[in-house]
């Protein structure tokens, strides 16, 4: 692939950065907070699960009007679990929970396999570039985690006005790293999302599947950024 390849980009949230505490910690702590215990496995399984699940789904969010959407992927976790409280009581708990972490830029972290990645790339030569249905946080949390550097194309779906997976934003971001679409390598974590969406556009694509629960997909798919390298 390396010689068909001259940019990579990426997904931001759940590719390079995740927010701490994680998910499946939130879920479970607010399990316990509500009078639940269960074992953390079990809520990054389930999680997991409910992730695979809505993954189609999760391609008609618009960044606004979320939250019937986010009240049945809490139902499903819940109901997996067997949690016999009030659901919609959890569900108001939980999305308070995330609401005090998810805004905040020094909750964002990255991924141990990221800047590593990102160095051999750049040495490289790549042109790097990242494409985010995000809001202005995402600029502010690659610039706390001096990410921001390494890219030659940083496009914000909130900035633009089009969110992914419409093949737009991802000819935007290959327009403003000056390389030809099918020149480019896009990776990111969501089936849906993002590898469908950039193949719209005729880029290459790449699934990054940290928690394995894409082994029926028949796409490029790596369990780490580590093993990225091995592509080009």
């Not at 194309?153 to 403003?176: M, N, Y």
């Not at 020149?183 to 699934?207: E, H, I, S, T, Y």
């Amino acid at each position: 692939m390396t010689e068909e390849i001259d940019a990579v980009m990426f997904d931001l949230g759940g590719t390079l950065i995740d927010f701490v505490p994680s998910k499946n910690v939130v879920f479970h702590k607010a399990l316990a907070d509500n009078g639940f215990n269960v074992d953390l496995k079990d809520v990054t399984r389930v999680v997991a699960s409910a992730e695979r699940k809505f993954d189609e789904e999760s391609a008609n969010l618009d960044g606004l009007h979320e939250d019937a959407f986010w009240d049945r992927f809490d139902k499903y976790v819940l109901d997996k679990l067997s949690y016999k409280g009030d659901q919609n009581k959890f569900a108001k708990y939980v999305s308070k929970e995330f609401d005090k972490i998810v805004p905040k830029t020094e909750s964002w972290v990255e991924y141990p396999d990221a800047r590593p990645l990102l160095d051999k790339l750049k040495q490289r030569g790549f042109a790097l570039g990242i494409i985010s249905n995000a809001t202005e946080l995402a600029r502010r949390v690659l610039d706390n985690l001096d990410l921001t550097r390494y890219f030659d194309a940083i496009i914000i779906s909130d900035e633009v006005g089009v969110r992914k997976p419409d093949e737009r934003i991802f000819l935007l971001a290959a327009k403003k790293a000056e390389s030809l679409p099918n020149r480019v390598l896009f990776v990111g974590d969501k089936l849906a999302v993002d590898v469908l969406g950039a193949k719209r556009a005729g880029m290459n694509a790449m699934l990054i599947d940290r928690a394995g629960i894409y082994s029926d997909v028949d796409c490029l798919r790596v369990r780490s950024l580590d093993d990225l390298s091995k592509y080009l």
